[in-house]
């Protein structure tokens, strides 16, 4: 057992505690909380209100696998549904065109970030913390106060829900309602599934992880290290974009108090997950675990009586040091124990 | 005059001085009066100085308190503790909580201010000293460590008055307001006293000990200096627990000021102000090397900075895109490539130049 855990490569082990935790934590809530968390629903629901969380872990897997960090997401999430609502409600413009300002937006703040990541050679987070204070200051110049979208197509889009066959369940009064999923979650999925693939077998992928394990040796390997780094930022940020919009349409209306503080979650989510800070290790299925993992724990955290507002943030804190240690103290073993590996091996020879 | 200028530019205060007189000269230019200081009375009949210069004294000295502490944890760590903000969102709430007990109206104080201010220093060295272990014993990044304080620092303000909001009021306490606002008798406010006490105090620690030498030693190169007998992981929990006190007593100045503490938006963004203070002082953000004077001066430019951006009718929760703008410039000029392309850019100026005198002389 220790020797096929030895054997493992870092990603992989990392994903395998993740599931394990998961798992154990779900099953533990099933067990002892009962009722709320056995209907699939229930389960579904976790998808339904991170859905947005999904895709800016994803993005921010991405980048956190090249080696570096984006802070920007939360604050480009803000100003994408503020600056939506505002498109939608007071301009008058239709899904399209705020559809395509998201995407602008994202893309925009990936651009200018990578460059000035890859390019110039400064402090990622640096320019992510201004990125998340420039991003957050504009919603408030966008408007000031919160606006509920009632144009009628985004409200028909945003309310249309996808139904799963057989997972429906008769309620108190039984009536059979459909288990439903919204819209925003088929597309996180769809892009966990494509940066999966991405990330295992394109060329592109395999680049991202040789950046983050050791820049210097894929430059020796001719990787455009630039705009490898400069990639994974665009990417990020147009993933900001997109997890703007499914947020939008989870909320339905614009604030500048919108998705406070979910950099802190989608970069905890990205830990729990397996992604090293260190870059060169992570995976995507790993990061989907991570944020159901921290959902999870959030409910367990509220149904079981603790629902003053600050235990949530207490918790995801503390699951977050946890695993930062975790991470920390395997690493430290296997390169312990790699290096006594070759001690060993380099002795052996001599004393024969 | 070219080698003076040169000299000039070359200094480290440069940055701040420069980026000053700049400020200073648009104010001059959009308006005069901003210059202008008038004796007043405060609502007590106490004789205080008015005028935004006092304002850019008063609030940027809790500036300069703070960017003490950050450059300790920059030189040491090459990284920047974002959880300056939740940390005295947490060392004022236990002030008051010391004070007021579980009352949060009371009529008189549980204990003397000097027991909760030192039990604040102590609580603000603990959570510090928890920073400085995980990145110094655990090897993570400073600003993913400090990340963790950053988002559970706030809730943990809230819990510890229970999400109350304890008030000291002048019926209560008199002098407890003295600390924010002005001792009465003094015109001038009494953080910017605070201030001069802690840079007079970090002073001489930097002169006497060996504090800025083992500090930039391990921020330069951790290896080395343990190689030679330093303890580089010691040093940077130092580091970060000199910082702890500097937030501790921001915290004091910050709940002295309204004699009530509101979680979520007390000392708001701080820890932008507080990196971008280090920046602006010009020392790299990566470590080493520090200059105290650079960041401190930093503070005050920030600060200045900031009261521009309100005379101009900013709200204030436009504010950091604004400043956001400005640290990207500064980082952004401050960049080794940026600044080679520029140097060889002066470089090929100048060769023309000669070269163009050369052919008018011939």
């Known amino acids: 057992m220790m020797q096929r855990i030895k054997k493992m490569s870092d990603t992989n082990l990392l994903l395998t505690i993740t599931i394990v935790v998961f798992i154990l934590m779900y099953l533990c809530a099933v067990i002892f909380l009962g009722e709320g968390f056995r209907k699939p629903q229930a389960f579904l629901n976790q998808f339904n209100n991170n859905a947005y969380l999904i895709i800016i872990a994803c993005g921010l897997s991405l980048v956190m696998i090249t080696g570096g960090i984006d802070i920007s997401v939360g604050g480009v999430i803000g100003l994408v549904s503020m600056t939506c609502a505002v498109n939608l409600d007071l301009k008058g413009g239709n899904i399209v065109t705020s559809m395509l300002i998201a995407l602008g937006i994202g893309l925009a703040f990936g651009l200018v970030q990578g460059f000035l990541v890859a390019y110039l050679d400064i402090q990622p987070f640096i320019v992510t913390l201004a990125g998340m204070f420039f991003a957050r200051g504009l919603t408030t110049i966008v408007h000031t106060n919160p606006i509920n979208v009632k144009n009628s197509d985004f409200v028909k889009l945003r309310t249309t829900d996808v139904v799963i066959p057989g997972l429906g369940a008769e309620n108190k009064r039984g009536v059979y309602i459909d288990a439903t999923i919204e819209i925003g979650v088929v597309i996180a999925l769809i892009i966990v599934l494509a940066l999966f693939f991405m990330l295992r077998w394109s060329k592109t992928g395999r680049n991202f992880y040789a950046v983050g394990g050791n820049q210097q040796s894929a430059l020796m390997l001719g990787i455009n290290v630039r705009r490898t780094k400069f990639l994974s930022y665009v990417m990020c940020g147009l993933l900001a974009g997109i997890a703007g919009y499914v947020y939008f349409m989870h909320v339905g209306s614009g604030s500048p108090s919108h998705a406070q503080g979910a950099e802190m979650n989608a970069i905890a989510s990205s830990i729990i997950g397996g992604t090293m800070l260190t870059g060169g290790v992570g995976n995507i299925i790993g990061t989907l675990f991570g944020v159901l993992s921290l959902s999870t724990i959030k409910d367990i955290v509220t149904s079981s009586g603790y629902d003053d507002p600050w235990w949530t943030g207490i918790t995801v804190a503390a699951m977050l040091c946890i695993f930062l240690v975790i991470q920390s103290v395997i690493m430290a073993k296997k390169h312990a124990q790699g290096a006594s590996d070759k001690k060993e091996k380099q002795a052996a020879p001599a004393s024969s | ?362």
């Open chain 2, 1 to 362: 005059m070219k080698k003076i200028l040169k000299k000039l530019a070359g200094n480290q205060i440069f940055i701040p001085c420069a980026s000053l007189i700049l400020l200073a000269l648009f104010n001059l230019i959009a308006d005069p009066s901003f210059f202008k200081i008038t004796l007043g009375h405060n609502s007590n009949g106490d004789p205080v100085l008015n005028g935004y210069l006092i304002t850019i004294l008063d609030y940027g000295s809790e500036l300069a308190i703070l960017a003490i502490g950050m450059t300790l944890v920059t030189a040491a760590t090459g990284g920047q503790d974002i959880s300056v903000g939740a940390g005295i969102a947490i060392a004022g709430s236990v002030i008051l909580r010391v004070l007021c007990g579980s009352d949060p109206r009371p009529t008189q104080l549980q204990t003397s201010l000097i027991v909760a201010f030192l039990v604040a220093i102590f609580v603000s060295m603990a959570f510090s000293a928890f920073n400085g272990i995980l990145v110094a014993y655990f090897k993570i990044q400073p600003m993913v460590a400090t990340l963790i304080l950053f988002t559970a620092g706030r809730s943990i303000a809230a819990w510890i008055n229970q999400n109350k909001l304890p008030i000291v009021s002048a019926e209560c306490d008199k002098t407890f307001g003295y600390w924010g606002n002005y001792i009465p008798g003094i015109p001038i406010p009494t953080p910017v006293f605070i201030a001069a006490v802690s840079i007079l105090i970090i002073m001489l620690l930097l002169k006497f000990t060996n504090l800025r030498l083992y500090t930039q030693s391990v921020g330069i190169n951790p290896k080395s200096s343990r190689l030679n007998g330093l303890n580089p992981e010691l040093i940077k929990v130092i580091a970060f627990v000199i910082l702890g006190v500097c937030v501790a007593i921001c915290g004091l100045i910050k709940v002295s000021r309204l004699q009530t503490i509101n979680y979520s938006v007390v000392a708001k963004d701080i820890e932008m102000d507080a990196i971008l203070a280090v920046a602006l002082g010009g020392n790299a953000l990566s470590g080493g090397k520090f200059n105290m004077w650079g960041s401190i001066l930093g503070a005050y430019v920030i600060q200045f900075l900031t009261t521009t951006l309100y005379k101009l009718n900013i709200k204030s929760e436009a504010l950091p895109a604004y400043k956001a703008i400005v640290v990207i410039l500064l980082v952004v000029a401050s960049a080794p490539v940026v600044r080679e392309k520029v140097s060889k850019l002066f470089k090929k100026t100048a060769k023309t130049d000669s070269k163009s005198e050369g052919g008018a002389a011939a």
